[in-house]
């Protein structure tokens, strides 16, 4: 699922992203919906709210970190809420970080094409920044609702149970009056 979504979401990106340079000119917006919904391109080379113009590189660093952490943590992935999650903002940091990549002004240097304007006063965003929030906002809900990557929810993990199963086998057994067995050298 984590893949799918973030498969989804860098292509809908890639897509939309093409689409907006090929038939929109910078600074000449279209109205959607009066100044309350506009497309509008723009390019951008600082982060959210164009924070840190001129630091493209260390958001190009920092997209590879946030890439490769969810990709060492996918193995431990049990829970589809996390994997949404997980792949929502995988898709959106690879969808910016194309951009980084591969648009001008050059290598690691590149401007996120922005295009979607809500009011004159909101910044502009694209798709990927789009799924990154949302992602940011469903891995909040999962966190405070104890949901673990493991599929596990509440204080216990999928380690906690399964040493409690343990722990309760060796009771009952002793209850039962039959020893424990030990474990032998190989299965050490």
């Given amino acids: 699922m984590l893949i799918a979504v973030a498969a989804f979401v860098l292509a809908a990106d890639a897509i939309t992203k093409a689409i907006v340079v090929a ?15 506009m497309l509008w391109l723009t390019r951008n080379p600082g982060a959210a709210f164009s924070v840190g113009t001129g630091e493209t590189v260390v ?37 910016n970080l194309s951009d980084r990549i591969f648009r ?4 690691f ?17 694209n798709l990927a920044d789009s799924a990154i929030v949302c992602g940011g906002i469903l891995t909040v809900i999962l966190a405070m609702r ?7 929810r509440g204080d216990t993990s999928a380690a906690a ?5 343990d722990g309760a086998d ?9 020893e424990t067995p030990s474990p032998t050298d190989a299965e050490r």
């Fill in 23 to 37: 038939h929109l000119r910078e600074d000449e917006p279209v109205h959607l919906v009066g100044n309350v919904l």
């Fill in 59 to 95: 958001f190009t660093v920092i997209a590879f970190g946030v890439i490769v952490y969810i990709a060492r943590t996918a193995r431990k992935l049990y829970s589809l809420g996390w994997a949404i999650a997980l792949g929502l903002l995988l898709g959106g940091a690879m969808g």
């Fill in 170 to 178: 060796g009771a009952a057994q002793a209850e039962a009056g039959q």
């Fill in 109 to 125: 240097r590149g401007d996120v094409v922005d295009w979607i304007a809500v009011t004159r006063y909101y910044p502009i965003f």
């Fill in 161 to 165: 149970v399964a040493a409690s199963e």
């Fill in 146 to 152: 104890g949901q673990h990557l493991d599929g596990t």
């Fill in 104 to 107: 001008a002004p050059g290598l």
